[in-house]
């Protein structure tokens, strides 16, 4: 495995929700920046000037999606490294789940919001890392790990990874 010079924090949170269809995520296509075109969970860098890892994540939902979670609903349920190949600076990643939220999802400039069947996940259009872990945290579980992605940002070329 790659090791780090610098590590950037950062975090991804899943809303979740149950309607008459069954169990839903809430995912978004990303329109600018690192990732583009992807499919992803909402979240960002962590700034200094938020109070905690959790307000971090709510912050970054409240900006992409326009849809309210506090803090203390944010439950924290993995932490995982990434590296890419020739680049020294690594990428922490804080996950969180969120059940109970506030507002409608609404398009951003950043993020365009969708609900999708949580057993119909399009997992070909997100990082090749989600396929790996996302399910055990929809049954409950935690995941805490590594993966080295090629410069591709597809290929991962090596992983570690615990489910509990
Ligand atoms: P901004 O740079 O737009 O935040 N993210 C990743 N998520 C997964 N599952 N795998 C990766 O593989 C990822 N790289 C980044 C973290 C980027 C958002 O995308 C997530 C952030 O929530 C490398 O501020």
């Not at 905690?52 to 349920?77: F, T």
Request: charged share 25%; proline share 4%.
């Amino acid at each position: 495995l790659q090791s780090a010079t610098s590590v950037k924090e950062y975090t991804l949170a899943f809303v979740l929700r149950n309607n008459e269809d069954g169990a839903q995520i809430l995912l978004g296509t990303k329109k600018r920046g690192f990732g583009l075109g992807k499919l992803i969970g909402f979240g960002g860098k962590i700034e200094p000037s938020d109070a905690s890892v959790a307000d971090a994540a709510a912050r970054e939902l409240m900006e992409e999606a326009n849809i309210v979670v506090r803090g203390s609903d944010m439950q924290p349920v993995g932490s995982l490294v990434y590296t890419f190949e020739n680049q020294p600076q690594v990428m922490h990643m804080h996950v969180f789940v969120a059940t109970a939220f506030e507002g409608e999802p609404a398009e951003s400039d950043e993020m365009r919001p969708e609900w999708f069947q949580c057993d119909a996940i399009p997992y070909d259009d997100m990082w090749a890392d989600e396929r790996f872990w996302l399910p055990a945290l929809l049954e409950g579980k935690t995941v805490v790990g590594q993966f080295d992605f090629a410069q591709d940002e597809v290929t991962i070329v090596a992983s570690k990874f615990d489910i509990a």
